[in-house]
């Protein structure tokens, strides 16, 4: 319904919402995997991207990951959404308890790792940092994911990979 009412009434794909809860609202990238076909009709419901970013002055930019996305409750976020989508899409027949039939909330999307940011993170002594700390192995098992390198890649995730398995065959010599 949604993809019905933004493509055909209202004629926008996305909006931008500069200081609202969720900066920026769009219908998701066509994308067709498996047997997921992206909506080839107008009258077909659709995936619809929104976007928060909870910042605030005074927190460092870990701070605001840490406090705004994880003690924000889901009640928030869907109360947010029906609000917000209703005061873009209601001129276009858009009804936030008809036309939503569900929502799904990534607190870290796309599994983003923190970057350490040398504005506001300290510079951790050899081997204390907090990602050196928690990579460290226990008993037989390696950590091994773009998190244990503070670089939120696939690469990072790669060279971590790597750097466990060569912490295994040299524990074994």
Request: aromatic residues 10%; contains cysteine.
């Amino acid at each position: 319904m949604v993809h019905s009412l933004v493509n055909d009434t209202l004629k926008i794909s996305g909006v931008h919402c500069p200081g609202s809860f969720y900066g920026a609202v769009e219908l998701d990238f066509p994308v067709s995997m498996g047997d997921w076909r992206f909506p080839q009709k107008s009258d077909e419901p659709c995936l619809v991207h929104l976007q928060c970013v909870p910042v605030g002055p005074g927190k460092t930019a870990r701070e605001q990951q840490r406090t705004g996305m994880l003690s924000t409750n889901f009640a928030a976020f869907e109360r947010n959404l029906r609000d917000q989508m209703t005061r873009i899409l209601a001129s276009g027949g858009f009804d936030a308890a008809r036309d939503i039939q569900a929502i799904t909330v990534n607190r870290w999307p796309h599994g983003y790792s923190y970057e350490y940011n040398s504005l506001f993170d300290p510079v951790w002594p050899e081997g204390l940092a907090p990602n050196e700390i928690g990579r460290q192995p226990f008993g037989n098992i390696h950590i091994a994911n773009s998190d244990a390198g503070v670089f939120a890649y696939t690469k990072e995730a790669i060279d971590q990979g790597h750097r466990a398995v060569q912490e295994i065959i040299s524990k074994k010599s």
